[in-house]
C-alpha cells in the first residue's frame, strides 16, 4: 500500500544517500534521488595528489565509535585501519580537540620551542569550553564566541594566576604567545567554517556534541563509503546532472501528488513527498525560487540567521619533511599579531595567506610520503578560490619560504579545494551564528506542510546536515537525518488508515 508512495530525494550527497537507503529497505518502490552534478557524495568528495590519496571535503570520521553511524557502516564495510577498530581508540574522549603532536614556526622563520607557546593553547581550549557552558543559559556576556574568548584574555591579562603572559618573561615568549592566540582564532574559523568567531553564536556554541573515539581516517578515501552504499542501490535510483529548479508544493492542481518538482531542462516530475537534502549555502542563495509557494516565514528566517562560511584545504607535497617526524600539526605564528587578537585580515588581497593558520600531516608517512594539508576558512578562503592554481602555489611557496626561513625549499605539487565557488554548494558547513538557538536547527528540519495545516502532510521534508540538533556540519549528522526523514514517512504510513495512502 503505502510503498508505492513517490518519493523524490533532491540531492546524492550522505544524507540523500541515506534516505534512499532507509526506504528501499522498507520496501518503498518509487524512490528517485536527482543529482545536480555528475557524482554522488555531495562534500564527500576523494581526489588525488600525484598517486596520494587525498580528501578535498570531509576528512575525518568524528568520533568512531559505537554511537556513530558513520564509523559503523565503515567498519561493517572494512574500510578502516585496524587501529581506529581498537576499543581504545574508542574510548579516547578528546571532547573535540584533537591533542596533536605540533610544530611552530613564526614569521621570522624560526622553528619554536612548543614549551613557549603551549601555555596560550591550554588557556584558549580552557576558554572554548567555558564558551560552550553557556548553552541553555540566558545573558550570555557576548553575543559571539571571538568576543568572549578576546575579553576573557584580557581580562586574564590582569590576573597573574591565570594570564595567558606572566610579568617576569622575556618580551620575546610573551608576544608569541599573543600570536599563538590569533593563530587559534584562526584554527577554530576552520574548525566551525566560519568567516570570523566573531560570526559564531556564544549562546549556542554548547549546541554542538562531540562523540568519544579518536578521530580516523578512510585510507582508501571517504569516497569508498559512498561506493560501497550506491552499490547496495538499484542502478537507476539516481539520475545525474539533474538540477532541481522548484519545488511546487501544496499543489492542487495535480490531483493526487500533491508535489511537482520541476528540473532545469524543464522535467516535470510527480510526487506524494519530496526530501530536499541540499547544502544550507545553495538553500541560502536559492531558498526564494526554490519553493512554491515560498517557505514560512520562521523557516525562512532560521536559513538566514544560520551561518555557513567556507573552509578549504590545499594540499603541498614536499620532497623531504621540514617538520619533526612525529608532528602532526604545523601553527604558522605571524609576529605582528601580538596585539591584535583578530581572525579577520585587513586586506584580502594582500595578505590573505595570513588567514591560513597552518597545515595538517598526513600520516602515516609511509602511506602519503611528505604530504601537508594547509586550511584556510573566510572570505580570505573565497579569495583563494579566485587565484589560478599557479598563482596559489607561488603564495604557498612564499609562505613556507618565509617560516622555514629555508629560500629555496619548492613544494613538488599544490591543490586546493574551491567550496565557495561550487554552485551547489556555496561553502563549506553551517555553524550556530549570532542570535542562533536550537529552534533554528528546529525550523530547519519542519516539514512542510507545517504543523497544523490541513493540507496532505509530509509533501516536503528537510535532511542535510544543517538540519540535524546536535552534529550539524559532520557527516555522521548528516547521515541521521536521511534516515530520521525516511523514518518520518514510515512511520507516518504505518500510522496512516488504508484510505489515505497513495494508490498505485
Ligand atoms: C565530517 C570532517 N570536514 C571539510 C570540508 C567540507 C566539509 N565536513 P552534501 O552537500 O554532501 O549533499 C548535497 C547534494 O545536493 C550535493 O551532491 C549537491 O550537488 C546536491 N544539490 C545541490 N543543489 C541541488 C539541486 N538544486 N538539485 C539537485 N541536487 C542539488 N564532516 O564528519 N568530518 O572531517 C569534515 C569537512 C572542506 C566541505 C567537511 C566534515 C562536513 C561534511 O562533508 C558534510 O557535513 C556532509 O558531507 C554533508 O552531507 P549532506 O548530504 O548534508 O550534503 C564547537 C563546535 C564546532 C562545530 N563544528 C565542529 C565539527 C567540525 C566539522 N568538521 C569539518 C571538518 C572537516 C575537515
Redesign the pocket.
Known amino acids: 500500500k503505502s510503498l508505492n508512495a513517490k518519493i523524490v530525494i ?7 544517500i541515506a534516505a534512499a537507503h532507509r526506504l528501499i529497505k522498507a520496501g518503498y518502490r518509487h524512490v528517485r534521488i ?4 555528475g557524482r ?5 568528495k576523494t581526489s588525488r595528489l600525484g598517486d596520494k590519496v587525498v580528501e ?7 568520533g568512531p565509535s559505537e554511537e556513530n553511524p ?1 564509523f559503523c557502516l565503515a567498519r561493517q564495510y572494512g574500510l578502516l585501519d585496524p587501529e581506529a577498530l581498537t576499543s581504545e581508540n574508542q574510548a579516547v574522549d578528546i571532547g ?1 580537540h584533537p591533542l596533536w603532536i605540533p610544530n611552530f614556526f613564526s614569521s621570522s622563520g624560526r622553528k619554536l620551542n612548543p614549551e613557549d607557546v603551549s601555555l596560550a593553547l591550554e588557556i584558549f581550549a580552557d576558554l ?1 569550553n567555558q564558551g ?1 557552558e553557556f548553552q541553555n543559559q540566558k545573558g550570555e556576556p557576548f553575543a559571539s564566541v571571538g568576543e568572549f574568548i578576546r575579553s576573557e584574555v584580557q581580562t586574564r591579562q590582569s590576573q597573574q594566576n591565570n594570564a595567558v603572559v606572566k610579568e617576569d618573561e622575556d618580551p620575546a615568549v610573551r608576544s608569541l604567545r599573543l600570536c599563538a592566540i590569533s593563530n587559534m582564532l584562526k584554527v577554530e574559523c576552520c ?3 566560519a568567516h570570523s568567531m566573531d560570526e559564531v553564536g556564544l549562546g549556542a ?1 554548547g549546541q ?1 556534541k562531540t562523540l568519544p573515539g579518536l578521530d580516523c581516517t578512510f585510507p582508501g578515501g571517504f569516497e569508498g563509503l559512498i561506493q560501497k552504499l550506491m552499490s547496495e542501490l538499484p542502478d537507476d535510483v539516481v539520475t545525474y546532472n ?4 522548484r519545488v511546487h508544493w501544496n499543489n492542487a492542481e495535480c490531483g493526487e501528488n500533491p508535489v511537482t518538482v520541476e528540473c532545469h531542462d524543464g522535467e516535470k516530475m510527480l510526487a506524494d513527498h519530496v526530501i530536499v ?3 544550507l549555502g ?1 538553500l541560502k542563495k ?1 531558498c526564494s525560487s ?1 519553493f512554491q509557494p515560498p517557505l514560512p516565514l520562521h523557516k525562512l528566517h532560521s536559513i538566514q540567521r544560520l551561518g555557513f562560511g567556507t ?3 590545499v594540499f603541498v607535497e614536499f620532497d623531504e619533511p621540514w617538520w619533526d617526524a612525529d608532528c602532526e600539526v604545523i601553527y604558522l605564528l605571524w609576529e605582528d599579531e601580538q596585539d591584535a587578537m583578530v581572525d579577520q585580515v585587513s586586506d584580502v588581497q594582500k595578505s590573505w595567506i595570513k588567514k591560513l593558520f597552518g597545515f595538517t600531516v598526513l600520516k602515516p608517512t609511509e602511506r602519503y610520503g611528505h604530504v601537508l594539508c594547509g586550511w584556510i576558512a573566510g572570505h580570505e578562503s573565497e579569495y583563494m578560490e579566485t587565484l589560478s592554481e599557479l598563482e596559489v602555489a607561488h603564495a604557498i611557496t612564499q609562505l613556507i619560504r618565509r617560516f622555514t626561513g629555508n629560500p629555496v625549499i619548492t613544494p613538488r605539487r599544490v591543490l586546493r ?1 574551491r ?1 565557495f565557488s561550487d554552485p ?2 556555496c561553502g ?2 553551517s ?1 550556530l551564528g549570532k542570535g542562533c538557538s536550537e529552534q533554528d536547527l528546529d525550523n530547519m528540519m519542519e516539514p512542510l506542510p507545517p504543523r497544523g495545516s490541513k493540507s496532505q502532510p509530509l509533501q516536503v521534508l528537510f ?4 538540519t540535524h540538533p546536535s552534529y ?7 547521515l541521521l ?2 534516515r530520521r526523514e525516511a523514518d518520518r514517512l514510515i512511520s507516518h504510513y504505518s500510522s496512516t488508515s488504508l484510505s489515505e495512502v497513495p494508490k498505485s
Open positions: 533532491v540531492g546524492c550527497g550522505i544524507s540523500g536527482l543529482e545536480a552534478t554522488a557524495g555531495g562534500r564527500i578535498i571535503g570531509a576528512n575525518w570520521i568524528h558513520v573535540g572554548l560552550s574548525v566551525n567554517g556554541f554542538y539533474r538540477p532541481v529548479r537534502s541540499v547544502p545553495y536559492e526554490l573552509n578549504n584545504k579545494s567550496w551547489w554548494t563549506s558547513y555553524y535532511a542535510g546536515e544543517a550539524f556540519s559532520t557527516v555522521h549528522g548528516a537525518t536521511g
